[in-house]
């Protein structure tokens, strides 16, 4: 009898001190844990990739399930581990999802196709269009709601949309739409989704604009590539049938002349290495008589030793007239104008 008690001791204790088997857990519970583990990290992913239903089942989960032990949260976690270390690529699983990733390397035509394909799998979210909408556009929109709908509108854009736009209101205006954004923690989500449709359908009803750029930058990049004289021809022609729209033509045209007051100093090393050698030395060569200032400012504005090659070489080839010189100018100012377009260098605003 005093064995018996005694071997059963020695098993309980056993039994005591053992660790327990790891727990039977479904692929919910053991989302569930690593979730949990996450947070606990404080290294928890964003969720809202998942459905409303997977959302909902995860914290159902989450609230079911008790305490685990060590070697269940070990299994768990390697279990993960492994998966994730076999894992290649993953992929969204919908149109709209696939849509996200590539959106900004879309032309526009193509993004609103897709986009309009994306909203016929799922309920349509007009904040994703109007997101997505020409910043001149928005514009209208932000000049004739009130302060409330505004706030609402730049709430939901991305920040960097919402705040170019709102620097763009009125001093007055801005101040009043800002204030209203303090007061948006109260609306709820219907009112937010009924404020959605309404702006789309107000997009929906603008006319798209036919032309990317307005009527004087066109004419005047068409007036950068002619001949100077028919350039002048047509300026002349402008002043007598529409001052105010010649005025504004003549500040969007940028031809070699203009180039010491809009072309910024530092910005002609990179101009001179977007052409070739012989374009640079025919249009430097045209230009000493066209346009002088323009090559003393251009030479002046690069290293010593090039300078002095391409002077020497644009004299070597004497004057220069006509179509030949009027290109290779022409090429020199498309060169700039394309920098500027491409972003990487600014030109100076003319002044008035």
Same mark, same amino acid.
């Given at each position: 009898?005093?064995?018996?008690?005694?071997?059963? @001791?020695? /098993?309980?204790?056993?039994?005591?001190?053992?660790?327990?088997?790891?727990?039977?857990?479904? *692929?919910?519970?053991?989302?569930?844990?690593?979730?949990?583990?996450?947070?606990?990290?404080?290294?928890?992913?964003?969720?809202? =990739?998942?459905?409303?239903?997977?959302?909902?089942? /995860?914290?159902?989960?989450?609230?079911?399930?008790?305490? $685990?032990?060590?070697?269940?949260?070990?299994?768990?976690?390697?279990?993960?581990?492994?998966?994730?270390?076999?894992?290649?690529?993953?992929?969204?699983?919908?149109?709209?999802?696939?849509?996200? @990733?590539?959106?900004?390397?879309?032309?526009?035509?193509?993004? !609103?196709?897709?986009?309009?394909?994306? !909203?016929?799998?799922?309920?349509?979210d007009p904040?994703?269009?109007?997101?997505?909408?020409?910043?001149?556009?928005?514009?209208?929109?932000?000049?004739?709601?009130?302060?409330?709908?505004?706030? $609402?509108?730049?709430?939901?854009?991305?920040?960097?949309?919402?705040?170019? /736009?709102?620097?763009?209101?009125?001093e007055d205006?801005?101040?009043?739409?800002?204030?209203?954004?303090?007061?948006?923690?109260?609306?709820?989500?219907?009112?937010?989704?009924?404020?959605?449709?309404?702006?789309?359908?107000?997009?929906?009803?603008?006319?798209?604009?036919?032309?990317?750029?307005?009527?004087?930058?066109?004419?005047?990049?068409?007036?950068?590539?002619?001949?100077?004289?028919?350039?002048?021809?047509?300026? &002349?022609?402008?002043?007598?049938?529409?001052?105010?729209?010649?005025?504004?033509?003549?500040?969007?045209?940028?031809?070699?002349?203009?180039?010491?007051?809009?072309?910024?100093?530092?910005?002609?090393?990179?101009?001179?290495?977007?052409?070739?050698?012989?374009?640079?030395?025919?249009?430097?060569?045209?230009? @000493?008589?066209?346009?002088?200032?323009?090559?003393?400012?251009?030479?002046? *504005? @690069?290293?010593?030793?090039?300078?002095?090659?391409?002077?020497?070489?644009?004299?070597?080839?004497?004057?220069i007239r006509?179509?030949? =010189? !009027?290109?290779?100018?022409?090429?020199?100012?498309?060169? $700039?104008?394309?920098?500027?377009?491409?972003?990487? $260098?600014?030109?100076? &605003?003319?002044?008035?």
């Amino acid at each position: 009898m005093t064995t018996d008690v005694g071997l059963t @001791m020695q /098993l309980t204790e056993r039994f005591v001190d053992a660790p327990a088997p790891p727990l039977q857990m479904s *692929n919910a519970d053991k989302a569930a844990v690593i979730v949990r583990l996450l947070l606990s990290e404080g290294a928890m992913p964003r969720l809202t =990739g998942l459905s409303l239903r997977q959302q909902e089942a /995860l914290v159902r989960r989450l609230a079911g399930l008790g305490p $685990i032990d060590r070697d269940t949260l070990s299994a768990v976690a390697r279990e993960f581990a492994h998966a994730l270390d076999t894992l290649g690529l993953t992929f969204p699983g919908s149109v709209a999802g696939a849509l996200d @990733m590539v959106r900004d390397h879309l032309s526009d035509e193509a993004r !609103e196709r897709l986009t309009d394909l994306a !909203e016929g799998y799922s309920p349509p979210d007009p904040w994703r269009r109007i997101a997505a909408a020409d910043p001149d556009r928005l514009k209208t929109l932000l000049s004739s709601e009130s302060a409330e709908v505004c706030a $609402i509108l730049l709430s939901k854009l991305p920040v960097a949309k919402a705040a170019a /736009l709102l620097a763009e209101l009125p001093e007055d205006r801005a101040h009043v739409v800002a204030h209203a954004v303090a007061l948006t923690s109260s609306i709820g989500e219907e009112t937010i989704a009924r404020v959605g449709r309404s702006l789309f359908d107000q997009l929906q009803a603008q006319p798209s604009k036919a032309f990317a750029s307005p009527p004087a930058d066109r004419v005047g990049a068409i007036l950068n590539a002619a001949a100077t004289a028919t350039r002048n021809k047509v300026l &002349e022609g402008l002043d007598s049938t529409d001052a105010d729209f010649a005025g504004l033509v003549r500040k969007a045209i940028f031809t070699f002349e203009h180039i010491p007051r809009r072309l910024d100093q530092k910005d002609v090393p990179k101009v001179m290495r977007a052409l070739d050698a012989e374009t640079t030395v025919v249009a430097l060569a045209a230009a @000493m008589e066209a346009a002088p200032l323009a090559v003393e400012f251009l030479l002046e *504005n @690069m290293s010593k030793r090039m300078a002095e090659q391409l002077r020497d070489d644009a004299e070597a080839r004497g004057k220069i007239r006509g179509p030949e =010189g !009027e290109a290779a100018m022409a090429e020199l100012v498309s060169a $700039i104008r394309k920098l500027a377009d491409s972003g990487e $260098i600014r030109l100076i &605003e003319p002044e008035d």
